[in-house]
Nanobody
Framework: VQLQASGGGLVQAGGSLRLSCAAS????????MAWFRQAPGKEREFVAA????????YYTDSAKGRFTISRDNAKNTVYLQMNSLKAEDTAVYYC???????????????WGQGTQVTVSS
């Protein structure tokens, strides 16, 4: 499986971005797709996850109410709609595939290359 993340860029605080992650291999119903991010000098942190079959979602507290994760089964693509962006959302965003609705990076076995999101204040 190869994951290709895109959609990052430079945006002003309060603005929006939509990230996409296209999977080249098949995503099975048991899989979970997630977004993580890593800011300079910080550890990678969980943002959101979605179970492929049911669409059940899981968010970190800082993403609740601002970010929405969704998937398009036909396009094998997962999205992260980010609204009301803040300077502290600046990071490289990674998509990942795993088997459980988890916030732990160790539970994900395939990772995309990352896309840079920069929020100017």
């Amino acid at each position: 499986v190869q994951l290709q993340a895109s959609g990052g860029g430079l945006v002003q605080a309060g603005g929006s971005l939509r990230l996409s992650c296209a999977a080249s291999g098949r995503i099975f119903s048991s899989h979970v797709m997630a977004w993580f991010r890593q800011a300079p000098g910080k550890e990678r942190e969980f943002v959101a996850a979605i179970r492929w079959s049911s669409g059940r979602t899981y968010y970190t507290d800082s993403a609740k109410g601002r970010f929405t994760i969704s998937r398009d089964n036909a396009k094998n693509t997962v999205y992260l709609q980010m609204n009301s962006l803040k300077a502290e959302d600046t990071a490289v965003y990674y998509c990942a595939r795993g088997g459980s609705l988890s916030s732990a990076s160790r539970d994900y076995d395939y990772w995309g290359q990352g896309t840079q999101v920069t929020v100017s204040s």
